[in-house]
DNA sequence: GGCCCCTGCTGAACGGTTTCTGCAAGATCT
DNA sequence: AGATCTTGCAGAAACCGTTCAGCAGGGGCC
């Protein structure tokens, strides 16, 4: 059956109206498949009038070249992955959500630039996800060393360059990070310089690099300058540490009359605990806190953050992985380090006296 | 040449040593690759001896399925995308950036969950990068009839969810969208039962859904209860022109003693207009935005803002789009209406005047 | 005139998986 | 014992571009 003398196409007769394929188009052209390919992607030694006849004839079949079919055979996918702590459910911790939003939307926008598209991923690499999705190179956002994802996608060849300096010994096409240490001591300097005496740290009980460096490089400063460090550490993922530790640091008996925080809810928790022990910012205490948060700009006082400029960050690892992954650049490893900068608002500047007269003020005085 | 006496293989001996492929793990398990694809699917009719035997040889090997394959063969990719509005350069407009990013962030999340991974791409479908990834449906936030994106895509079959009602007659697959007119009206009830007795709205000059929608159910409410509307339109996308617009509108000669801001800014520029002309919030202003920033929770006064939940949103588009990939839930269009959240502060609340003292309280006053 | 090169185009292999069809051998039933 | 069913597995097509190798014909060169 279905041997009726139709000859004209080899192709089954049934054939799916779908969409036109590289075949068809080349069959309405009147050319051959290697033509069609050749023409619409510039290359071969075509005359201008064929490659413009198959480029009619294409539009007007409403061609669409299949991208999974190109991602098989050139094994470029126009893929790179970004990948980020998970915390529960969601992606993003929530102590640092503004900072990964602005990296990840300076990432996309330096992808996209560059032709590639931005996927985001679970930092797990146990996820599904990850097998079934194609990837020219990822973006590890403060890559652990728990997660064997890093090595495996080595393993795989797949170029990696990672958002903080990788833990341990990671092997990592190049990193991205800020100088912690010269931010922490500037702001520290700073505080000085504003009049503070004896300045506290909060922070954090992870491991990683961010609050290693800054902590390890707030202890060397103290003992330079001869101070006793005043500081406590949280779990900085849980949101209400972050409170009750704002709070101890504020009630201990070597209060600290400057403070800086690591993390960015940690602007609002001390605030909120010194109005609790009735401290008076920037009089009776200085703040400062890394954020990116443009609401510290209308707090009451306005507190001075340290932005570690995540847009940059974004845009310099994607531009490393890019390069990575087209071969261009150099082939060693590149180590980036990128400036932060510190947004002095009032919290951090002694006001010029106006009422003088402030007697020091015991803990746990109400919101009076 | 090579004519070597080995006939172990057919494959070419200098086979590259990249990645181990089916064919691969169906030698080495002495199985056909067939039995390896059915193994490792949970698919065909094979003994759990025999699978474990290839999972087992599998993972010697190291062996991956080629997402790219995988895709050509059963024409999904996994893969979702989430095309934002872009002014300029940056993906997200400036105004609403934390809504963007909230809702990408649930978005993310969703498709995770449901084994998807998230896309972000350019909202101009002449941007190369549409055609080099394959989507299995996409989110389209806020479509414009300008562009034929949307259009184009289900021309092409891939399913569209959008946030936001479509403009005109688009064709998605399905919306999701706040009931505008019915938080409009709340807000203004709840102003006016803070004791305001005008008004005013800052607004866009821009024709998406939820500008006009809202600005048209403030002067029909202005119109039902008798007030003269005291409105500012201003081109949304520059933030300039929105202190700009805050100004004009406490300026006025009928100057509002309450005022609806419906994007992110304009509390910020509200406060500070009303800092500039002496208004003191909540007395002599009342004041509510539209925001999905944490920030106003911070500011002095606090601000009551209206949150439009794009996490909801994000997560209610990209079950719908899944579903409509999938197959399962109705075939029909589905709208999803979603409520949205006031989150009431300061700014909309006349401070019980504390110096007299206390009159009879009426039911339903806050934390006593 | 013979040789070589250049132009314009084509055939066919290739990439790696999924899946439909089908076959042989053993088990079960009558 | 023969018919039928089930099990366990294999062969090969299909998905759809890209690209290597090469062919025919025309022109230029010595």
Redesign the pocket.
Known sequence: MTAAGNDQASR?VG??L?????????AAA?????????A??G?????D??RRHVREVADRLG????A???T????RSGLIGLTVTTYGEEPFTFTEFAYFAEMARAATSAALARGYALVILPASSRHDVWANVALDGTVVIDPSDQDPLVSELVRQGVPVVSDGRPAGSLPVHAWVDNDHEEAVLSILDHLSAAGARRIGLLTGTSTDTYTKLSTTAYLEWCERVGQEPVYEAYPAHDPCAGAVAADRLLSRPDRPDAVYGLFDPNGTDLLAAARRYGLRVPDDLLLVCCSESGGYAGTDPPITTLSLQPRRIGTAVVQLLIDAIEGVGPAHPVQQVMPTELIIRASSQRRPHRTTVSPPRGPGRGQG
Chains 1, 2 share one sequence.
């Open positions: 089954p054939r799916r779908e969409r036109a394929g590289i075949r068809d188009v080349a009147g050319v051959s498949i290697t033509t069609v390919s050749d619409l992607n290359k071969g030694r075509l005359p009038a064929t061609y669409r070249p299949s999974a079919a190109r098989l055979r050139t094994g």
